[in-house]
């Protein structure tokens, strides 16, 4: 039988079964949200805590209205509004949360790691990593999978190909872990100090000119440029990385026909995507964002209730 | 059958039938509040997510009770811990929301018209309007109209005076429109500055005087006084301002027997308004804040369960 | 019959049977933190807002789990996010929050008596005091008993010392009130300039040496350094405060056999408490946070739902 957990820390260490045992879970709960009545019983009396030391409206958001919908206890804890800049280490801080009886830890974090360093002190509640610094964010590679599989009706036999600042992207990284256990083609595209040859050991093809990358893509995946970046070493000039690699119409039409346009947001228009491209036939955003809360839901669940339930149970098990 | 929405983002539009409507329904919804177990299953399964771009004490407050104690699952996003300054447009955060599923977003926004930016995008959830820069605020002009019609009996025949910065507040132009559509008179006094003679185009008659202005009102409503605009080319100085502008004992004195003392607040004792006045048994501040819990009850519920009900329905509707 | 209200404002004016009848209660609502269903319907329908003026995670998170565990709508406000600012006094802003009907208003302020002060005009709701200014933090104390109480299986005959900074801690205050009350001996130690002579008038022991202070004591209890206050007229070197008082392995030898280890929290590891002792089995830093949720539970229900009942109608009550 598959099985998730303890934790959710990242897409390393996970197999096929369970990257598809996970997307089939949350296919199940996509119904949920498109209910009139938007809620299930599955986490009734659990309490799920989303700690989050970055800031984040989306990922927040989406497992808060995820635990909410499945009548869970949401409790949010952000940077800005509490003691954690008093001195106390992570490891303190999540060991008093863990004391309060939650079930579920969602952790933002702005180090790499910080999720793997409270899965080795935390014992009595699961851990999902939201996002860690440069390292990994794999609820956000499940809904993009979950987004292709459901437009494209398989998850395997596809090239995706990412643009943009694929070295300091976490979601990047869970993309290229993901894709390469599901045998998939993954290239990367962006200025050479970007999309560094060494991602080659990953199993990614590297390119830095678009109208190379694109050619035969299923799927193009837009990263966000962080403000915060722009003007560093990597990318002195903005002006210049739009009209190098900003994702537009022509870039569609060079890839397969139908090609997917992804972009894991927040994204500034004619940036790192066109507007037309953003607002077309092609573009998945809203999907991602909709299988999002599927997704997340379907982690709360196999971390807590559903533990141990093999996927034709999860009605039985109280789920939806 | 009055019918309301597919949003509330003013009161500009409005019909008088949609505006009793309105308010007989937060009358009934009044009774929930003063009960020992506060709580319906109006909004059971629905979801309502507070956008407050900016800061906000009583309204957010306001519409988050309203939400909880219909059942709803109430979701707080702030500009303070929030990524909504990564460069994503308001347009893009929304529909970044949409597809997270909620029933209504209610919006408080910086700028004049942002709600009816978001409801030209939005067409899967219904938009509340909690205050876009200086255009409206209709919620509070409705919860004003409940609290006078409870205490005078009445909603028509009304002399409505508002004292203080009427140019920059969207308080006061909902309900100078509130006031026009139900036909009752309605008074503005500044300085000239601020009561500026085109308000006479609004219906409103203009005055700088208070003596002249409050005689005959059956209500004096004291606007906020924003300390980010003391100073400014308008206001020059605090202390002139109050010796004549801030709303005593004597206005009240000058105005009809028991007239009312309303203030939307948050308000500065002995700037806008005098403590004894705030006080007295004429103040009807603390019916407004009750009464707008009721009033956001009402619009939630007629925005999304109670769609369509004709007002006696209510009850069977689920509603309470 | 025992009874507890209106207001849990501190510590002081409490009696012995007062304390022991919380405490009770708490110490049933443990249980509930242990199910795998951590809900219960004691306070469905009431309304509880924590008003945390100052910035606080472990706090507010404990009163906000307690009350959602219990089906509270609970209502966070935090000085960041609010209008707080706006130039209301706090008194006005806690009359708009009482018009919206809140069965529990719990206060976090930096100014001492800012509780007391609501108590004076707040008369349709309760007030929890959860930390004001220099003064009192009332339920931290009662969690303290609790889980001296739960290890040592007594609450007399106790020797408590205190170590660091008494003079500028709320915790303190409250910790020595309420075990003077219980006839136990409390200490405090900390350099001259903060374990004053004054509080001899307390009942308390002073002491500037640890060896003095341990020798004998039942529990040693660390108090948080703030670092605002740092390099202050009290506390000019860390480093040397630090090495005179930063509890070790040595000073737990020095007192009695199994003499445990508390700290309110949040602490910094080698500052006020060396790090073996706070992982070691002594250390009850974790029970604290536990019983917290518990001892807040039981406050709430006491204010609302179960204002008179006498401990073994808990169960009847509806509260478990």
Do not use: W
Request: net charge neutral; with cysteine; aromatic share 4%.
């Amino acid at each position: 039988m598959t099985s998730i957990g303890p934790h959710v820390l990242g897409i390393a260490g996970m197999s096929r079964e369970q990257i598809e045992f996970i997307l089939a879970t949350a296919q199940q709960f996509r119904e949920v949200n498109t209910r009139s009545v938007k809620k299930v019983p599955s986490l009734r009396g659990k309490t799920v805590i989303n700690l989050f030391l970055e800031p984040s409206t989306r990922t927040r958001t989406s497992f808060e209205i995820a635990a909410k919908r499945m009548s869970a206890d949401a409790i949010n804890i952000s940077a800005g509004t509490s003691s954690v800049t008093k001195g106390e280490t992570l490891i303190d801080t999540a060991l008093t949360l863990q004391a309060m009886a939650p079930d579920v830890v969602v952790l933002r974090h702005s180090e790499s790691g910080a999720s793997h360093l409270l899965a080795e002190v935390l014992t009595k509640c699961a851990i999902i990593n939201a996002g860690d610094g440069l390292h990994e964010h794999p609820s956000q590679a499940l809904l993009d999978a979950l987004t292709i599989q459901n437009r494209l009706g398989r998850l395997s036999d596809i090239t995706l190909t990412m643009v943009g600042d694929v070295l300091r992207s976490r979601v990047a990284r869970s993309n290229i872990l993901l894709h390469r256990i599901l045998g998939n083609k993954v290239r990367i595209v962006a200025p050479p100090t970007l999309a560094r040859k060494e991602f080659e050991k990953m199993g990614v093809e590297v390119f830095s000119r678009m109208e190379d990358a694109v050619v035969g893509s299923d799927v193009i995946m837009s990263l966000r440029m962080k403000f915060e970046y722009l003007k560093d070493i990597f990318v002195p000039n903005l002006d210049e990385y739009s009209r190098l690699y900003c994702v537009g119409e022509k870039h569609l039409k060079l890839a397969k026909p139908d090609c997917l346009l992804m972009a894991p947001g927040p994204f500034v228009r004619g940036v790192e995507v066109d507007s037309r491209v953003v607002d077309g036939p092609q573009s998945l955003v809203s999907d991602q964002v909709e299988n999002g809360v599927a997704v997340r839901m379907a982690l709360l669940f196999l971390l807590t209730t559903g533990k141990g339930v093999s996927q034709p149970d999860i009605a039985e098990a109280g789920g939806i």
